[in-house]
């Protein structure tokens, strides 16, 4: 039986998996993303895991900032393992079978196609919700790549010329507002200025999460309530100049942050209203990846790898 | 010998032109597009005055907010012909042959790939920038049409939040930023609160207009010169949003306002500098539509129709 390796590789945890030529996940496994210095001892790190569980037919890789025409993570300011990394090449040294690497929202596309709710749309998006914001989009039926091979930067997609600092050296970045490090500093900000009293102050600052905080405005907190307002609305503005400009079909948001899930869509779609030209306003619609919880990155990747060989899903 | 109509069908002019398979302008004409008060008299003048120019092998047409999927104009903000005008078959009945309706953004886009400066370029964009402004997008070597032909709609995406009111409805438009009128009124406001001596202010406020407005900055009128400042910074907002988004080789500017050539481009060129993502910030250019002056919007029309009916142009 044929297996496949995809691994994840995401700002705060790198997770993989093996499945077989259906997709079914056989063996899974994470480490914090920042344990390793390089990329070189992270693939060490994960062949030695998987000694005995070889010869494998593939490996799929997802992460952030992959040019998928050099096969490289270029610049990628939520990683730590330098400015070129060959990350492709590093995996097919180490563990000398056939690897192919595509950007981490890319990988969650081709998931969500090959695995979850989209195999019959033609126009999608898939936004994934993180340490960085990422945006995997299928139009006309293909995967987009774009002209150098590093389409989907919606997090740096700017929102506030003059707003935030952001990693990549611009300022006002998406991220900078509705990614995780985002996220927990307009609820810190908000703190600061509420007269007290908020769920989120029983909460050590280093503990803070955007996890708590949506767990926090569930329970009507007014604070987290004011942040969840202020993160849906940035996230529907961007949603927003997606469908009106490219016509889709569907969002998918996936990742930590989506996890939120119903209360996170509905704020959303609440924004969406008056956001979304009124002709597409019923055309489009957003939805929580249905494969979230089964680790959308992991299978996106095994996907990415199946099509690479030429292996039919399904 | 084949000849074909062309119709560019814009919120100021209705343009039109007769090319041979070689796309070369053989007869063109235009009236102002609010003589008259139905798309039926509209296709009936144009009807009368080529009745000796026939017959024809086929007809394009280009216009805003045309559904591509329907070839009916949906709720065009700019027209006043109705909310849904099946333009493309007002022209095929009443001209009886081959007839192809497209977005007008989507007609230049095709043009500049078949007559421009795209013939090799598989991911670019052109924006039209005039009544209203369009977007039309080839991402893999393919037009974008999106999930239901209504793809392009970059004027209405939203850049202020509970800004302008926009004639869609909907708040904050960069249609009412950087089009026509939405130049002017900011024009109007900026002279409102001047010390007076702007060029800007031997004009009549009726007949002010985008070219006015540019002639005095390259004046170094003050005024002028901070309307073109804001324009160009709104309109590099969006090409930066983009470009970090779909990783786009060219984005090309077209229509009345792409007129004002040099100064449009380098002002916006230094506006993009701060706002496209760092590592595509060297790989991606912007560029005057070199066929504008010819009329890219016949020109787009036509190319529209020769691929529909499958003549090969070169």
Chains 1, 2 share one sequence.
């Not at 494998?56 to 330098?82: D, H, M």
């Not at 929202?105 to 960085?132: C, H, Q, R, S, W």
């Not at 914001?133 to 740096?156: D, K, T």
């Amino acid at each position: 039986m044929s297996t496949y390796l995809g691994v994840d590789i995401g700002g705060t945890n790198v997770c993989y998996g093996i499945s077989n030529a259906d997709g079914e996940i056989l063996y899974e496994n994470s480490f914090k993303t920042d344990s390793f210095k390089t990329a070189d001892e992270l693939v060490s790190k994960i062949h030695s895991d998987l000694k005995r569980k070889q010869p494998l037919a593939g490996i799929g890789i997802g992460a952030p900032s992959v040019n998928e025409r050099t096969q490289c993570i270029e610049f990628a300011p939520n990683l730590n393992w330098g400015d070129i990394v060959p990350i492709q090449k590093i995996f097919q040294e180490k563990f000398d079978i056939e690897t192919v690497a595509v950007n981490d929202a890319n990988a969650a596309a081709i998931g969500e196609k090959t695995y979850g709710d989209a195999p019959e749309m033609k126009n999608f998006g898939v936004i994934t919700l993180g340490t960085g914001i990422g945006l995997g989009l299928y139009i006309n039926n293909e995967v987009v790549i774009g002209a150098n091979g590093l389409a989907g930067e919606l997090g740096h997609s700017i929102i506030r010329p003059d707003g935030r600092e952001c990693k990549c050296g611009n300022l006002g970045c998406l991220e900078t507002y509705i990614a995780k490090e985002g996220i927990v500093r307009t609820a810190k900000e908000k703190l600061e200025f509420s007269s007290g009293g908020s769920l989120l102050n029983n909460i050590s600052p280093s503990e803070l999460s955007p996890t708590e905080i949506f767990k926090a405005a569930r329970k009507e907190d007014p604070v987290a309530l004011e942040v969840v307002d202020l993160v849906t609305k940035d996230l529907a503005f961007a949603i927003s100049n997606l469908v009106n400009i490219l016509d889709l079909e569907c969002v998918f948001l996936t990742g930590g942050i989506a996890k939120n899930g119903n209360l996170l869509k509905r704020k959303t779609e609440k924004h969406l209203k008056t956001l979304i030209l009124p002709n597409l306003r019923d055309k489009s619609f957003i939805k929580i990846s249905s494969i979230n919880d089964k680790n959308s990155g992991v299978l996106g990747a095994i996907a990415s790898i199946h099509s690479k060989v030429g292996i039919l899903l399904s």
